[in-house]
């Protein structure tokens, strides 16, 4: 069972986007990814701003910064 995640980013971040494509092949395995706009509702900015695309492991509470690749997600999520 693959441990459920956050995507800690927001609208019009390039860098983000190409996060999703590469986490996107996990999640149609079965991977369960809840996207959290860092300016909605809890304003995050301040935490993750400088540092998006994050990726955030909900069980354990890791992180995974950007950059990152597929190879790198799955890594992280063992």
């Given at each position: 069972m693959r441990p459920e995640c956050q995507l800690f980013g927001t609208l019009g971040c390039h860098l983000c986007e190409i996060a999703e494509a590469e986490i996107m092949p996990l999640?149609?395995?079965?991977?369960?990814?809840?996207?959290?706009?860092?300016?909605?509702?809890?304003?995050?900015?301040?935490?993750?701003?400088?540092?998006?695309?994050?990726?955030?492991?909900?069980?354990?509470?890791?992180?995974?910064?950007?950059?990152?690749?597929t190879g790198q997600v799955v890594a992280f999520l063992l």
């Open positions: 999640v149609e395995h079965g991977l369960q990814v809840e996207l959290v706009d860092i300016t909605d509702p809890d304003d995050l900015t301040e935490v993750y701003g400088p540092r998006i695309p994050v990726l955030r492991r909900v069980d354990t509470g890791a992180e995974l910064d950007w950059p990152f690749d």
